[in-house]
């Protein structure tokens, strides 16, 4: 085989497996920790191995120091504060820290088109289109 890049198909069967490897590391925690921990590993050297991104839906779900699996509750606690989401591994005690930012400006956007639209039509209101003295640039 070459040097270099791996082939695309080679990427998408080592994508579907960290997947798979994590889906069985979620079902298997409550029967089974270790195996768990164990899928986890699997997972993340299959995503070393072949230079692939874990997805953002299961980076959170384990352990960067440990790489054990975490389960909110159960082996690990979640809080929030100061714009971050904290995640503390009770096999280590390790913290990990997540910033919620993009949640943030979501919720704010969302609550500003709310806001800028009028009740019971998409007709958007313009925001900052009044002059100082109270009636808009168009009436003139």
């Given at each position: 085989m070459r040097r270099g890049k791996r082939?695309?198909?080679?990427?998408?069967?080592?994508e579907e497996r960290?997947?798979?490897?994590?889906?069985?590391?979620?079902?298997?925690?409550?029967?089974n920790p270790h195996r768990s921990h164990r899928y986890t590993e699997l997972a993340r050297n299959i995503a070393m191995k072949y230079r692939v991104r874990i997805p953002?839906?299961?980076r959170r779900r384990f352990c960067r120091k440990c790489y054990s699996f975490l389960k909110p509750g159960?082996?690990?606690?979640?809080?929030?504060?100061?714009?971050?989401?904290?995640?503390?591994?009770?096999e280590c005690g390790h913290i990990m820290r997540f910033p919620?930012?993009?949640?943030?400006?979501?919720r704010r956007r969302n609550k500003i088109e709310s806001h800028?639209?009028?009740e019971g039509t998409d007709e958007q209101?313009?925001?900052g289109a009044h002059n100082k003295c109270g009636e808009s640039q168009s009436d003139r």
């Open positions: 082939p695309r198909w080679m990427l998408k069967i080592a960290i997947d798979i490897l994590f889906r069985m590391a979620d079902r298997e925690f409550s029967a953002r839906e299961w159960a082996n690990c606690t979640v809080r929030i504060a100061d714009g971050k989401v904290n995640f503390r591994c009770h919620y930012i993009r949640e943030k400006k979501d800028t639209t009028k209101i313009t925001v």
